[in-house]
T-cell receptor
Framework: DARVTQTPRHKVTEMGQEVTMRCQPI?????VFWYRQTMMQGLELLAY????????DSGMPKDRFSAEMPDATLATLKIQPSEPRDSAVYFC???????????FGPGTRLTVT | DAKTTQPTSMDCAEGRAANLPCNHS???????VYWYRQIHSQGPQYIIH???NNETNEMASLIITEDRKSSTLILPHATLRDTAVYYC?????????????FGGGTRLMVKP
């Protein structure tokens, strides 16, 4: 049963520290999405990639967030420096071009103190 | 993408059909209707999608009105495990990645 995996599942860090979240999309999927979920804002799209190229990152605070796909099996979301307002659950999802479904990972729960 | 309106919460008795409505009165001709759900502490899960015709899969049925301004997701025999937040989303496909904009959703509580 193919699944999207995310690491770490939980992260607690202090304000100002760098945070890196990783996602392994389902093998063969060529589209990757990063979402953030908070109680106040709900689920928001941060960025997405197709064939490893970033297509849209307009939902991402550019000054501190960066998203990359070093290879087809790994997507990363980095926050530097982190702030308490970044506390949220970050979801990665993958999909296959030409198909409608997106498959979500279990999320990384980030707490910045 | 068109905006959707869903009730904030609904209850359903276990074993009964759960009918979750969604209004999308400004939907465009090339926009699909998608349903996802999110069980507590998990990532969202795709359920079903449709354009004009009614659709059915192993999880649910999707009924879209003829004018496409509203739809209903039907879980034919709800179980306790169906308790979740259900999101109705309309989006163009493909739109350079099929970006999904999640609203507040409907919190469905299935009760014994």
């Amino acid at each position: 049963d193919a699944r999207v995996t995310q690491t770490p599942r939980h992260k607690v860090t202090e304000m100002g520290q760098e945070v890196t979240m990783r996602c392994q999309p389902i093998l063969g999927h060529n589209t990757v999405f990063w979402y953030r979920q908070t109680m106040m804002q709900g689920l928001e799209l941060l960025a997405y990639f197709r064939n490893r190229a970033p297509l849209d990152d307009s939902g991402m605070p550019k000054d501190r967030f960066s998203a990359e796909m070093p290879d087809a099996t790994l997507a990363t979301l980095k926050i530097q420096p982190s702030e308490p307002r970044d506390s949220a659950v970050y979801f990665c999802a993958s999909g296959l071009g030409g198909r409608h479904e997106q498959y979500f990972g279990p999320g990384t729960r980030l707490t910045v103190t | 993408d068109a905006k959707t309106t869903q009730p904030t919460s609904m209850d359903c008795a276990e074993g009964r059909a759960a009918n979750l409505p969604c209004n999308h009165s400004t939907i465009s001709g090339n926009e699909y209707v998608y349903w996802y759900r999110q069980i507590h502490s998990q990532g969202p899960q795709y359920i079903i999608h449709g354009l004009k015709n009614n659709e059915t899969n192993e999880m649910a049925s999707l009924i879209i009105t003829e004018d496409r301004k509203s739809s209903t997701l039907i879980l034919p025999h709800a179980t306790l495990r169906d308790t979740a937040v259900y999101y109705c989303i309309v989006s163009v496909f493909p739109n350079a990645g099929n970006m999904l904009t999640f609203g507040g959703g409907t919190r469905l509580m299935v009760k014994p």
